[in-house]
């Protein structure tokens, strides 16, 4: 009886049924706000929910999000921040962290550090000991008080997940002043009976983010986002042939290996009664078939999502369609 949101869907699942919600399309720490306060509401109105879980994209700033359960009387009522949970990729974090943005435009990664009430260090097999020390080291200069998690494969034990207690509004205030607006901060500070210290904390740069505040007026603070940062799907009906598939996904990972954020897909390839499915990070790439067979009648269809810095949707397709058999 657990409740995942990401930017599309809120899924509710209870035993054998399952409900879908629709958002509208976009940012949920942006301009779905109005729908994940609606759709939270729905849910809450359950009786036997035992944690609500929301899964935001890689590019998403937490804090926002994390603003809508202060900002809303009846959500308040209702639930409450057990923790922040961030999932850190061991092998690329470093790279993401060093990254340079416009003008303006904040970087997601040291947001999602920062905000973090316990750090998921991923992907722990594909870096050696050393490395691990040097991914670590970087986090706490940047988050110091997030307990660390490593894992592989993303196995964590769901006591570290759930019911962990980890969210601390006096913390955040210290990373971001601006977290809450003047008057829910006030209300926070009487329902408590204390004040908030701002002496000491991570420090964001000018114009960190200006345009995105909890229904146009939570924060002094927004969300923009790097605009070449970009999504490319691909859908297209037929067999693929293996040996080219294969030259595409090499030919792709050394040129624009490092511009791509995050792919996956499910395929199909001539001569294989199962679905193929990928997903990839940058270089790293993995795939392998599924045990569901496709159905006699079912029409063979590739779909593939592609998330990353400057990709051409034209020529990703052009370049994919010469891999069908």
Known sequence: RTVGVDDALVRKKFDSQEEIFEMNNGCICCTVRGDLIRILGKILK??????????????????????TFFMDEKIKSLARIDGILTVVDAKHIIQHLDEEKPDGVENEAVEQVAFADRLLVNKCDLVDEEYLGVVEARLREINRDA????????VVPLRKLLGIGGFDLDRHLNIDPDFLPKEAEEEEKSAHGHGHGH?????H??????????????????????????????????????NKLNEWIGTLLKERGPDIYRMKGVLAISGMKNK?????????????????EWEVD????????????????????????????
């Open 46 to 67: 359950k009786k036997n929910i035992d944690a609500i879980i929301i899964e935001t994209t890689g590019l998403a700033d937490p804090a926002p999000v994390a603003q």
């Open 147 to 154: 307990p660390f998690t490593r894992s592989t494969n993303s």
């Open 199 to 203: 002496g000491h904390g991570h420090s």
């Open 205 to 242: 740069g000018e114009g960190g983010a200006d345009d995105c505040a909890v229904c146009s007026s939570s924060s002094k603070k927004g969300h923009r986002h790097d605009t070449s940062t970009k999504s490319v799907g691909i859908r297209e009906v037929g067999e693929l042939d293996m």
């Open 276 to 292: 193929f499915v990928f997903q990839g990070v940058h270089m790293v790439f993995d795939g392998k078939p599924l045990e569901v």
């Open 298 to 325: 079912e029409v063979k269809e590739n779909k593939m999502i592609f998330i990353g810095k400057k990709l051409d949707a034209e020529e990703l397709k052009a370049s994919f369609m010469e891999c069908l058999a």
